[in-house]
């Protein structure tokens, strides 16, 4: 005679196995996707990295070592553009925190209109980069942009530098000061981006208790104290987690300078070239796929040694 108990466990071990084949059927394909898309391209790339290929099939994969990463230390446009990308970082990550922060403390408040205002805020990062990309071109032109001719009619400076010499409005992003172009696409992506961040910080708010605030109250702490002692502190995994995703995002970044930047032929100047179009360019204008596979896994040790800062910075706030 069967034992009972033996059934029993046979039954429960082909459930059991019959769960995990569902739970495995919803994971699947984000995992074959993830490995298809993400895995094996940067695996070709990495390999890549030591060779040296025009993409052609015709053409044969010449095994050449360290040579692509040798070059990179003396190319001038490499370097330039991983100087635009470190001083776009530099630039976007604070302030966009700042500004973020900022409008989350005060649409955090009990105010009328807060949700609209909320969403008002939010707006720039869901509409289409695109077309805000087209609208912030026209209201910066040198010439014809609103902007412009409100400083104009303010500072009396003309439009285009005088023949002898002498001061003139900025030409914002056609301006051959590179910190006069930084600062363009700076500000355009803190106010395209904030809103988000916005989002994530008043998630902060809302998780911090209200007692901490009634008892500063009853010791008369003033906002600037209880803002410095209660809310920062507070929010420090919240911040460190904008500051780490800000940071990556940052070195990351591509399609803000296109449109921004990029003319008809959607080429970059000196001034507004960042890292990952580089990248781009090498490999699909310049048709060296080995040089490019080597300044992208120039990014990727950029990119991944700030996401183990952050695994060390998540165990330190954890802790």
Not at 165 to 171: A, I, T
Not at 232 to 256: A, G, H, R, W
């Amino acid at each position: 005679m069967p034992d009972p108990s033996k059934i029993l466990k046979a039954g429960a071990n082909r459930r059991k196995i019959k769960d995990h084949i569902v739970a495995y059927s919803f994971t699947a394909p984000n995992f074959i996707g993830f490995g298809v898309f993400t895995l094996i391209p940067l695996a070709f790339a990495f390999i890549l990295a030591f060779y040296s290929w025009n993409g052609s099939p015709n053409q044969e994969m010449q095994f050449i070592a360290f040579d692509n990463f040798v070059k990179l230390m003396g190319d001038a446009k490499f370097w330039r553009a991983l100087w635009n990308t470190v001083l776009y970082t530099l630039g976007t990550v604070p302030l966009t925190m700042a500004a973020a922060l900022g409008l989350a403390i005060l649409l955090n408040q009990k105010v009328r209109g807060r949700n609209f205002f909320r969403s008002v805020a939010f707006f720039p990062y869901v509409a289409s980069l695109v077309a805000v990309a087209a609208v912030w071109n026209y209201l910066f032109s040198p010439t014809v942009g609103p902007i412009n001719n409100l400083l104009h009619s303010i500072t009396g400076l003309p439009f285009k530098p005088p023949a002898g010499g002498g001061m003139s409005l900025p030409r914002w992003a056609a301006d051959p000061n590179p910190y006069v172009v930084m600062f363009t696409v700076v500000f355009f992506s803190v106010w395209k981006n904030m809103g988000y961040y916005m989002v994530i910080y008043l998630a902060g708010l809302q998780g911090i208790s209200q007692d901490l605030y009634e008892a500063a109250d009853i010791d008369g702490a003033s906002k600037w104290q209880k803002f410095w002692k209660i809310t920062l502190p507070q929010l420090s995994p919240t911040t460190f987690f904008v500051l780490m995703i800000l940071v990556i995002n940052s070195f990351k970044v591509y399609d803000i300078f296109i449109n921004i930047f990029a003319g008809a032929d959607n080429q970059l100047t000196d001034n507004s070239r960042v890292l990952v179009y580089q990248i781009y360019n090498t490999a699909f204008r310049d048709l060296k796929f080995g040089y490019s596979s080597a300044m992208a896994m120039v990014l990727f040790v950029i990119v991944l040694g700030i996401t183990l800062i952050q695994f060390q910075g998540e165990k330190k706030f954890t802790a």
